[in-house]
């Protein structure tokens, strides 16, 4: 780091009544192969500095990529103005010690081995070799294998003593195989796509783990050119993590972002079937249902020791035995709405204001291995890796794709299954939850590319869940 921002906001020239100054630096190093040839290596740096300011109770922001002090003093005089005009069409008056208490902290990602032990010859090597570990046969007609490596130093002081440092450290990934069978033409990753992005170092890539899982990838590929099409009917749905990745995140993450739900995102991103008179009282799924913000699971994407406006992260339930009881809405939100919320104003880059965001939104589990939990089912359907998704604005009616599945027939796996979806409704579909599985079931997954604002941030999310059972699903094949 190699700017002094106490220094910077300590000789500033301002009559705001708080001042906020956010230094991001971002490296990001991209490797893509298709076929095992190279398709784009790239190498991205970006650096700046937002400014925010409170002026009689309204937030200005102003951004600039020079670092030097009189290019900072004219971004606060930027941002002063922005605040001033913004008065006249405020719908809220905010209070600086209710939504920026000051902080002091340092955050790193946890990881065992520093990215820089991570070569970029090693990074090529290893995906030409993914590439032809998907290619388990002629029957593979195209692979990819995508690699990112991103670092970032992320530096918040105020001129009411907030002072904070968080190092971010992350590795995402994402392998694909296309199998083709005549006109049958089938996908399948790695769990989705680029669904394998974590917090770390250079251990995430284990070459062996990842060339098993190669391996296995392009086999499956193969498998489903030559399964049968998902059946047409309402059954017993079993979700696997990878899936209710994408489950957790549409149909709870952003029905809870309490600046959809004040109406702050429907021009853009839309609404919410959620009402602020809901949270203590709505039974938003089953009581087996369980869900915790948490920025402090280790290793997972959106792990943080404080968001952008510089309040702790803690793991909170947002819904706990079925009943929702906070919103993902950071203290401005919180002022307004007058509901519980969360650490989650969080902004993409320097050149973005922080809005309500989800960071990582967990499933808690229950305690049935996935034997016992398929064991009970007489007929039902077994669904991994999403590939498709369509959700109203409301974030209510919903009709999500998957790539791979497998009918279960008198407690046991059958038959693979090609093209398998399903429909709900968010309350009806989550309070069909009926069974959820042990720590054993789990596993964590992300997405570099959640958006949302206006203009767009795309973030990083993470998500952790179970093996999960609904009953009474819709499912059907292909449309």
Known sequence: ????????????????????????????????????????????????????????????????????????????????????????????????????????GVYQSSRVKPLDTLTIKDINDLLVQVCHGLKVSSSVVKTTALAMVTEVDHYFVSSNGANIYQQFSMVSTDYSAVAMDGNIVQKRSDNGMLARCYQGGAEIINPALILQRAQEIGESAIALTQAQECPNTKTTLVLAPDQMMLQIHESVGHPLELDRILGDERNYAGSSFVKLEDFGNLAYGSPKMNITFDPTYAGELASYGFDDTGIEAQKQYLIQDGILLRGLGSLESQSRAKVEGVANSRACSWNRPPIDRMANLNLESGNESF???????????????NRSWSIDDYRNKFQFGCEYARLIEHGQLTKTLR?????????????????????????????????????????????????CVFNNIEVFGSV
């Not at 192969?33 to 200005?60: C, N, T, W």
């Not at 034997?371 to 890796?385: A, F, P, R, W």
């Not at 720590?439 to 179970?466: L, Y």
């Open 1 to 104: 780091m190699n700017i002094d921002l106490e220094k910077i906001i300590a000789h500033l020239n301002s009559s705001a009544d708080w001042i906020g100054l956010r230094y991001i630096l971002e490296k990001n190093q991209t490797h893509n192969f298709r076929d095992a040839q190279p398709q784009y290596h790239g190498k991205r740096i970006s650096r700046g500095v937002m400014v925010e300011v409170l002026v009689e109770g309204q937030m200005g922001y102003c951004a600039t990529n020079r670092l030097d002090f009189d290019s900072i003093q004219r971004a606060v005089y930027h941002a002063q103005q922005q605040a001033r005009a913004a008065k006249r069409w405020g719908i809220f008056t905010f209070d600086r010690d209710k939504i920026r208490p000051p902080r002091q």
């Open 371 to 385: 034997q016992q939990l398929i064991s009970t089912i007489e007929h039902g359907i077994y669904m991994e890796s």
């Open 419 to 467: 093209n398998p979806n399903y429909r709900g409704v968010t309350q009806h579909f989550w309070h069909n939850l009926t069974s959820v599985g042990d720590e054993s079931t789990k596993d964590v997954f992300g997405t570099p590319i959640c958006g949302k604002g206006e203009p767009n941030q795309m973030i990083r999310v993470g998500h952790a869940s179970p093996v």
